[in-house]
């Protein structure tokens, strides 16, 4: 397939990331005619109208996001490439920072050039410490060749990149979490207003984006807006690299013209159901997206497709679940997660998560009461909306699904006091 | 153990506080670097770091106890943690805790008598794709199974008994 544009170096026998590698592809030439010959406002425009749409989760237009930023403020600004990768089903961003981490590094100068920022950094989770690694020695080789550092390419422009590692919170990939981290502080996510492309890191306008959506921009330079645009569905432009996880036969990333079915990607990617069993259940868009049905497995693949049946596609992290698999045991997996990584700061989330969490570990283990089945749902309500930061939304939605669409399974654990399907 | 960076890594120190406007921003960073030279975060240590980075005591272990990698106790030479979150846990990742534990006769949270090996149970690593996925110190070990897993500990078992002081990873 010809259309990719993360995995397309990547994918090529011998290729090693390396900056001789990924010049020989073209790379550093979307930099240069950048910094050469486009104002800030004409690359705004090209993203804007290429409809690129952010890929760490929320989907918000690139460009549109940049444009927040104030032009003429006296104030440093600060960019940051969002490489925490830490919701369950997702591991892209370490793909690219593994084997073509420039890729990544030239959406990032070209980004920081746009908004003016002289220092960005990159927010890698703690246990990326390989490839943390990795993307300081790419920076120290795009040093090297005059692609980062005092007056690029001759432009005038003056950049750095620094690598922070994260030390394992899940909280720290949401955008303001982030931030505090940055500063050296716990991760508890910030009330906003304000937001960040007004006042972010050290009090300073900041762009958060994730490590495969600046990935997009050298291409988008290099061929212009038209060529990404056309490529996808409306609304859910370009290519998306799906992760896929759980039951299937091949495991893996799949990088695909955002718009392809769920089904063609388990099915004809991954070549279908591990030992032949049948699918029961799918995640997604990374585990706090809402669970899908067999039946529901046509969908789309892009933005607006998910939303309209219920799901999102987040971070586009696919996992599988055959039919030997029990409802209840995956959810209470993943209310774990949601329990273990709440920050604490509002009461709906930190109480709720823990709520919901004991609740689902007693109908799993044969004591779950008639009314918990409700309850659980009752408290998904109590959280929605009524918090800081959307890990709220991320902890509620998985166990409203998996409830709501597999209910007789909760039913069934409840009346036969045990786990139905444990052998 | 007197709690004070070596001339090394006062100068890794110095680095990282180039890095940032702030000072308090490189808490990160020393911590890990502390960690490192230190094995584990002490109250010794929480008090050095704090004096470095002009943060009180309350300031650094607030920072501290919010993050997961940062060990408040003595941990093995070899830390395992094995991801038990959702993608691992539907290939077997709770078979290759409950392995863990016989093999090595501890339970998640624990460390071995010799000091060689520490269990934990952590979340998503970010290898879904390659399931069921550990870390051991800062290495990732993927797509595991239990012979994979033997051969693994016993190679690292058998080159700490060899050479009980050698740093690092065993590749
Ligand atoms: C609980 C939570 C966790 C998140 N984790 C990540 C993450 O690991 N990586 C990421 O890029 N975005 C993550 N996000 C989304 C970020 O807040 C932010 O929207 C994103 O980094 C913006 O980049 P984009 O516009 O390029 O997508 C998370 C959001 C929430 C609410
Ligand atoms: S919603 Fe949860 S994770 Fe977000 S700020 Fe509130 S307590 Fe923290
Ligand atoms: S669920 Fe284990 S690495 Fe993601």
Known sequence: ?423 | MSVEFSQKTLHEFEGLLDRYPTRKAASIPTLFLAQRDFGYISNEVIEYVSGLLDLTVAETNNIVSFYSMFYREKMGKHVIQVCHTLSCSLLGAANIVDHLKSKLGISPGETTLDNQFSLLKVECLGACGTAPAMRINDDYYESLTLDKIDKLIDRLAVKSVNNPSAEGPVQ
């Open chain 1, 1 to 423: 397939m010809n259309n990719k544009i993360i995995m397309k170096n990547m994918e090529q026998p011998g290729y090693t990331g390396s900056l001789k590698d990924y010049e020989a592809e073209g790379g550093y030439s979307a930099l240069k005619k950048a910094l050469g010959e486009m104002s800030q406002d004409a690359i705004i425009e090209e993203v804007k109208k290429s409809g690129l749409r952010g890929r760490g989760g929320a989907g918000f237009p690139t460009g549109m996001k940049w444009s927040f930023v104030p032009k003429d403020t006296p104030k440093a600004r600060y960019l940051i490439n969002n490489a925490d990768e830490s919701e369950p089903g997702t591991f892209k961003d370490r793909a690219i920072m593994i084997r073509d981490p420039h890729l990544t590094l030239e959406g990032q100068i070209i980004s920081s050039y746009v908004i003016k920022c002289n220092v960005s950094y990159i927010y890698i989770r703690g246990e990326f410490y390989r490839e943390a690694e990795i993307l300081e020695r790419a920076i120290k080789e795009a040093e090297n060749a005059g692609y980062l550092g005092d007056n690029i390419l001759g432009s005038g422009f003056d950049h750095r990149i620094y690598v922070h590692r994260g030390a394992g919170a899940y909280i720290c990939g949401e955008e303001t979490g982030l931030i505090e981290s940055l500063e050296g502080k716990r991760g508890w996510p910030r009330i906003k207003p304000p937001f960040p492309a007004l006042e972010g890191a050290f009090g300073c306008p900041t762009v958060v984006n994730n490590t495969e959506t600046l990935a997009n921009i050298p291409f988008i330079i290099n061929n212009g807006y038209a060529a990404f645009a056309s490529i996808g569905v409306e609304r859910g432009t370009g290519t998306k690299v799906y992760c896929i996880s759980g039951h299937v036969k091949k495991p893996g990333l799949y990088e695909f013209p955002m718009g392809i079915t769920l089904k063609e990607l388990i099915y004809d990617c991954a070549d279908g159901i591990r030992d032949d069993n049948n699918l029961k259940a799918v995640i997604p868009g990374g585990a706090s997206m809402p669970v899908l049905t067999p039946g529901e497995i046509d969908v789309k693949m892009d933005f607006d497709s998910l939303a309209k049946i219920g799901s999102h596609l987040g971070s586009a992290g696919i996992i599988v679940m055959d039919d030997k698999t029990c409802m209840v045991d995956a959810c209470l997996n993943l209310s774990k997660f949601y329990a273990h990584e709440s920050c604490g700061q509002c009461t709906p989330c930190r109480e709720g998560m823990g709520w919901m969490k004991s609740i689902l570990d007693r109908i799993e283990h044969g004591q779950g009461e008639p009314d918990d089945i409700d309850l659980l749902l009752e408290i998904t309500n109590n959280i929605e909306g009524r918090t800081i930061c959307a890990f709220g939304e991320a902890g509620a939605w998985p166990v409203r699904a998996f409830v709501t669409k597999f209910r007789s399974e909760f039913e069934e654990h409840v009346k036969q006091k045990k786990c139905v399907l444990a052998a």
